[in-house]
Every structure is written in structure tokens, then in C-alpha cells.
């Protein structure tokens, strides 16, 4: 199947985020992406990949159960998707043998992208690549357990910051390796996500790994955004992650976009609405419990109802629910006949932050190669893991 998405049409990747792209969040994608481009009269094929939430090997090979509910696929989910997490070359290796031998997923990304400092400060995450030994291990081992039956990716950010570049020594690192593509967030580890996603990085990563497939991550807020990327880097893909929060659409739009067909117009608070209401209803079911996912789906009402007047205290109200019936009581009073903005929903959302200084192990810097003491650092990394 990846051969064929790669032959046939750029590739549209869900970012896997953390508490975001569970299984419940990945169906609202899909459904909404269909429904935004049946409505305009188009094809509702979607090969688009929705990644799950970020695990960590050593929790998988454990058999943790909270691990296997993040790789927990509904029966129609094609084709399925995990991202690893792993600072041990042995440990990596055997979690992708298990996912192969077990066959939990059909395509296995491997998180060299996260920024957050109590992964870095141990070495792990986006600080990982400045080691290229422990990097390459790591990636070798993963393509080598795969054998050639499951496509092995690699998603990764520029470097530790813009003095400490790694991006093209581990995207060559990675292309020798013999993965399947390498994904490029266009930020350093300490821009986290603030600041512009520099888009000449990506394209120079195109230019020095001509043999494998090169996919765009950073400032897709529309499907024009996308059209854009792919024209001034010449990448073969794109990754969306914040774009999408709220606007669960945006995949149908992208796919319309690169099929060369007319990009469906933003969705009225009639749509936006339902789809709010059919992902509360998708956390419940999926957690077995109403009010955990209310609880969990408050965190996505600011992104939903961005941009649609709605009111300060029903605003306020609807990111404390505790049930559904209490939801649709606070949707009923929502003029559903608003148009969203095409300005608002193109605007950036999510977490932001501004330059910070990346938290690193005592010495990190010192050597591009990894020592003793950094080997018993980086495994706590294993341990501590967030974000993505």
C-alpha cells in the first residue's frame, strides 16, 4: 500500500500527538475528511495516514496496558499506524520484531522529534540525533527487525538548535538505513512550536537524500499552506499535527488540493457542531466511561468553537462538562448557521512558545558520539517520555 500512495499522489500524514490522536480522534478525521469532500461532489477515497499516539518500546515489550490501548486499531483503520519511541538500539529492535511478529500495525514511524526538556535533559527525543552512533543504531536495528514486512519512517526536527544542525547527517543517516521515507519538522528542539517553520530545511534535505521520500512537517494551517510546501521544497508528502486540532476537515481539503480539485469551503456551526459532539460521543465509548471522555474532550472545545460566536460564559461552560446530555444543552444555544472564516480557520492553533534553551545532559554537546556516561543517561529518557 505505501507504494502505491507513493507512486500515485503525495502522502498526507496525521502527526501522532499525545492525548490527541487516539482512536476516537483519528475516526472524526476520517469521517470528517470524507464528509467535507462528498459534499463538494468528490471522491471520498482516502489513503491519508492517521498515526496513533506516540508509544514507548520498552512499555510495549512489557505488555503495559495502557501501551496496547494506544495501539488499539478499530477494525477499519487501514492502514494502521503506531509511533516508537526508543534510546536502545536492542530494545527498539525487539519492539518492532514484536509488532511485526504479532501484527499490530502495518507501518512503524520511529520519534526522533520530541522537544520536551524532561526527554532531552536525559538525551532522548529531538536531542537523540547529535549522537549519529546512537541514532544509526537505533534506526538499523528498527529496519532490520521490520524485514522488509513492515515500512520503517523517521520523523525528526532540524537539530538542538540553530548552532547544532543534525538534520541532514541523520537524514542521510536514515536514507543509508533503508527507510521507507523521512518526515522533517522545519523547527529546532528549541523553537518547541513557536517561531516559523523554516521550509529551505526542508528542501535541502530533498536535495541530499534524493533516494528516499522526504515528508514536510510545520506551518500547515490550510491546504493551501500545504500546496505551497510541497511547490518550494519539492517534498513528496506533508505531516499535519496542530492545523488539524478543531478542524479534523483539513485532511479532505489537503487530498481535494493535491488531486487538482476545488479545495471544499470551510464548514458552517451546523457541521462543526456535530462533528464536536460525534468525537464526545467517540471518547466516551472508547474509554468505557461519560465522564472520563467528557473530561477528555474539553481540551478540544477551545479549537472546535474557534472562530464561531458562541458566547464567554457558554464558552467557559462547555470546557467544564462532565456528561453529554450537559454538552448538547450548552450546543443547543449555538447559532449552528454561522459560517467559520476562512481567516480564523487558517490561523495558527495549539500550543505555541517561544524560543527556549533545550535541556541537555551535562556534556552533551561536547562529542558527537555517545560515551559511557551518556549511554546511562539517555536510558532514563526511556522512562520519561512526552509530547511529540
Not at 492502514?79 to 536502545?88: F, K, T
Not at 527498539?92 to 512503524?108: F, K
Request: net charge negative; with cysteine.
Amino acid at each position: 500500500m505505501f507504494a502505491d500512495l507513493l507512486a500515485s499522489e503525495p502522502v498526507i500524514e496525521l502527526a501522532p500527538m499525545a492525548g490527541i490522536t487516539n482512536r476516537a480522534f483519528r475516526r472524526v478525521c476520517r469521517e470528517a475528511s470524507r464528509d467535507i469532500r462528498t459534499a463538494a461532489g468528490q471522491s471520498d477515497n482516502d489513503g491519508t495516514i492517521y498515526v496513533a499516539e506516540m508509544t514507548t518500546s520498552i512499555a510495549l515489550l512489557m505488555g503495559n496496558q495502557e501501551t496496547i490501548d494506544l495501539i488499539t486499531f478499530d477494525s477499519d483503520e487501514s492502514p494502521r499506524s503506531i509511533q516508537l519511541y526508543g534510546v536502545d538500539p536492542d530494545i527498539v529492535g525487539r519492539a518492532v520484531a514484536l509488532v511485526v511478529e504479532q501484527d499490530l500495525a502495518d507501518h512503524i514511524d520511529l520519534n526522533f522529534g520530541c522537544p520536551v526538556p524532561k526527554v532531552t535533559r536525559k538525551g532522548g527525543g529531538s536531542a537523540l540525533p547529535w549522537k549519529r552512533d546512537l541514532f544509526s543504531d537505533i534506526v538499523n536495528a528498527a529496519v532490520k527487525n521490520a524485514a522488509g514486512k513492515v515500512p520503517v519512517t523517521v520523523k525528526m526536527r532540524i537539530g538542538i538548535d540553530d548552532e547544532h544542525h543534525t538534520f541532514l547527517d541523520a537524514g542521510k543517516i536514515a536514507s543509508n538505513a533503508g527507510v521507507y521515507w523521512v518526515a522533517l519538522h522545519g523547527r529546532t528542539a528549541a523553537q518547541y512550536y513557536g517561531g516559523n517553520a523554516d521550509w529551505q530545511a526542508i528542501a535541502q534535505l530533498v536535495d541530499h537524500i534524493p533516494n528516499t521520500p522526504v515528508l514536510g512537517n510545520g506551518d500547515i494551517w490550510s491546504a493551501t499552506n500545504a500546496k505551497e510546501m510541497m511547490e518550494q521544497t519539492g517534498a513528496r508528502g506533508v505531516v499535519i499535527g496542530r492545523g488539524c486540532l478543531g478542524r479534523p476537515w483539513l485532511f479532505g481539503q489537503i487530498r481535494s488540493a493535491f488531486a487538482g480539485l476545488p479545495i471544499p469551503d470551510e464548514p458552517t456551526a451546523d457541521v462543526i457542531l456535530n462533528l464536536l459532539r460525534r468525537h464526545a460521543d467517540l471518547l466516551a465509548t472508547m474509554h468505557g466511561d461519560e465522564f472520563y471522555g467528557c473530561r477528555e474532550m474539553r481540551k478540544h472545545m477551545a479549537w472546535y468553537l474557534k472562530g464561531l460566536v458562541v458566547g464567554s460564559e457558554v464558552r467557559g461552560s462547555i470546557a467544564k462538562i462532565e456528561s453529554l446530555s450537559e454538552l448538547d444543552d450548552l450546543i443547543a444555544t449555538i447559532d449552528r448557521s454561522q459560517q467559520l472564516s476562512t481567516e480564523i480557520a487558517h490561523s495558527p492553533r495549539g500550543r505555541t512558545a517561544p524560543s527556549r534553551r533545550v535541556v541537555l545532559p551535562e556534556g552533551w554537546l561536547d562529542s558527537d558520539q555517545l560515551s559511557v556516561l551518556d549511554q546511562a543517561e539517555v536510558r532514563e529518557a526511556e522512562l520519561n517520555v512526552s509530547g511529540g
